[in-house]
């Protein structure tokens, strides 16, 4: 495997790794630990960590080290205009036949009975998860690849709530509004 690719996957490791809360805003990332977690060279790491900075997901400070960044207002407004321009048009030509749609079933499912417990921390990943899956009924690589980015910038910005905030509970019942939308009336076009 090439050095390339390597530092590829440990990128988009990482940005799984973010998507899914496994850092916070402002932490610290510890090198050592990753390369040897990863099983990767510090310049590997290094590397992943650039494109990552590049992408506004991490952000290094000299003689420091690398951090997680904290979204600012103007990079939350953008993600949800992307969001907002894409998704609906995905839904629409799409199907509930499509492969990808029980993904989409299970992941609104789970997160209607974790905001019914109220675990909100909960309901913020499987948002991201929804959304996620809305993304993959486009069946299009670079939209997966660009979308998990954008995602865990998404995350970013939940992580960084006090815990139990329930930000995302007026938008629960939207989530099953869709579901059903998209069973009643989606039709590949």
Not at 113 to 125: K, M, P, Q
Not at 167 to 182: C, N, Q, R
Request: proline content about 5%; aromatic content about 8%; some cysteine.
């Amino acid at each position: 495997m090439s050095e390339v690719s390597t530092m590829a996957q440990v990128a988009s490791h990482l940005r799984r790794a973010l998507a899914e809360g496994k850092y916070r805003p402002g932490q610290k990332l510890p090198e050592a630990n990753l390369c040897h977690d990863l099983g990767v060279s510090r310049n590997t790491l290094r590397e992943a960590f650039r494109l990552l900075e590049s992408e506004a997901l991490l952000l290094h400070q000299p003689n420091r080290g690398v951090f997680v960044r904290r979204p600012d207002l103007a990079s939350i407004l953008d993600i949800y205009a992307v969001r907002r321009l894409l998704e609906p048009h995905i839904l629409r030509q799409s199907t509930p036949l499509h492969a990808g749609a029980d993904r989409l079933f299970e992941t609104a499912d789970a997160l209607q009975n974790a905001a019914v417990a109220e675990d909100w921390s909960r309901v913020g990943r499987l948002n991201i998860a929804f959304h996620m899956a809305v993304i993959a009924l486009a069946d299009s690589p670079r939209l997966d690849s660009m979308f998990e980015r954008i995602f865990a910038e998404m995350q970013l910005c939940f992580l960084d709530l006090p815990e139990g905030t329930d930000l995302h509970k007026p938008y629960v019942p939207m989530k099953a509004e869709i579901i059903e939308y998209f069973r009643r009336f989606c039709c590949n076009g």
